[in-house]
């Protein structure tokens, strides 16, 4: 098996793990066993040392998907205003494979990519996680995160050396990260306690921090040129995958608005994604042998991903990045979504500051905003997606397209 096969494989296997903890919470509390596992795996990796006269180094740690990073950068410019050119050095720690993502941006000096997913499931990575993290010595360390849970990014904020660790506390959220744990890696943590957008999260937690009062706004990256990616001069993106498979829409009635998409504009159909996506997208175009489609999985940088999205004439998507990314790069994008996280991440209001809000199309419950901590049993998907009807995201999608 080929390293990218085997990085594919741990993906998949952590993605499973993940999807039964969400499915039984309590489960989530076995995690503050890593605590004790990473005492051992941090013994004997020493910390880097301060240079004299240095600059004052600053290290964000945001080992989050490509989704939740492009709504982090829609704030993040604003840590320059805390922490300025002419007197610190930002560096981020991000996912490896989103790089070229943050350093598009041009708001950090550097930007350290570690695999935290496969440190999360193997713990020769866990241990190198720690050693490159400790290789320098910083003067503050800055969780945006969130540690109401016991998530990578609390114990690897414990491996950071740092004179000042500040981390971010949720309150709306279930916290089932103990208190002592929390103050044993954080020497600050800030409190948020209503409920809103993570943007808007982002942007408050950077307030606090001391960035002047803002509006966020979409996340600005560097265009790139699409050298060899022949694109149709007009497409539709439907992107039927989702993060995990009970939030996941029918692909058949995908397929289904797919179609009448087509046969209303005559937009060739494309297709993006990594390969991880692959299955689930070849069932969905099996399903529509006589729809025009131009299939760009596996064949694009994370960049060129965000480019070819930016062109298109409209997205329809499930619970995916490429929402975040259609959002940011203001298309016409139509979402269909659960209640699982409705107020945390689908629920753009955008229109307040001046730009285009997507079009949410979902099933109303009460149980809306349950943190993923669904009360029905029994179930493939989530209630609130599988009820969501044919005919509501057609008439969402028409009228994104009469307009």
């Not at 999260?201 to 606090?208: A, G, H, I, T």
Request: glycine share 8%.
């Amino acid at each position: 098996m080929g390293s990218g096969h085997m990085h594919g494989f741990v993906k998949g296997v952590f993605l499973k793990l993940n999807q039964a903890l969400w499915k039984k919470p309590f489960l989530q509390k076995m995690r503050i066993l890593f605590y004790v596992l990473d005492s051992v795996l941090l013994f004997g990796l020493k910390a880097g040392r301060k240079k004299t006269g240095e600059r004052k180094k600053v290290l964000v740690m945001y080992n989050l998907a490509l989704g939740d990073a492009v709504m982090f950068l829609g704030a993040a410019g604003r840590l320059r205003d805390i922490y300025p050119v002419s007197h610190c050095k930002l560096n981020i720690a991000c996912q490896a494979g989103l790089e070229e993502l943050y350093l598009s941006t041009g708001i950090f000096d550097k930007v350290i990519p570690i695999d935290f997913i496969g440190a999360a499931v193997n713990l020769r990575l866990r241990r190198q996680m720690f050693r490159i993290l400790r290789q320098e010595c910083y003067d503050i360390l800055f969780d945006p995160v969130g540690s109401g849970d016991c998530t990578m990014n609390l114990f690897a904020s414990r491996a950071v050396c740092a004179l000042e660790k500040i981390g971010v506390l949720d309150k709306t959220l279930g916290c089932q990260c103990p208190q002592w744990l929390r103050r044993n890696v954080y020497s600050r943590v800030i409190t948020i306690s209503r409920q809103m957008h993570l943007i808007q999260f982002y942007s408050l937690c950077l307030m606090k921090l001391g960035a002047a009062e803002f509006k966020p706004h979409p996340a600005v990256f560097s265009p790139v040129e699409l050298w060899h990616v022949e694109l149709p001069d007009q497409y539709f993106i439907v992107y039927p995958s989702a993060s995990m498979s009970v939030k996941r829409w029918p692909v058949e009635k995908f397929a289904q608005i797919a179609r009448r998409i087509y046969q209303k504009t005559g937009w060739c159909l494309l297709v993006c994604g990594t390969d991880l996506d692959k299955a689930v997208t070849d069932q969905f175009l099996a399903l529509i042998p006589d729809v025009s489609v131009c299939s760009l999985i596996g064949k694009t940088s994370i960049m060129e991903f965000i480019e070819v999205i930016g062109h298109a004439k409209m997205i329809l998507t499930n619970d995916t990045s490429v929402y975040h990314i259609g959002v940011a790069k203001q298309v016409d994008t139509v979402i269909v979504c659960g209640g699982y996280t409705y107020e945390r991440y689908a629920h753009y209001q955008y229109s307040a500051c001046g730009y285009k809000d997507p079009v949410l199309v979902s099933r109303k419950m009460e149980c809306f905003d349950c943190g993923n901590r669904c009360r029905y049993k029994g179930y493939d998907i989530y209630p609130c997606i599988s009820r969501i009807g044919l005919e509501d995201v057609w008439k969402a999608v028409k009228s994104v397209i009469e307009k």
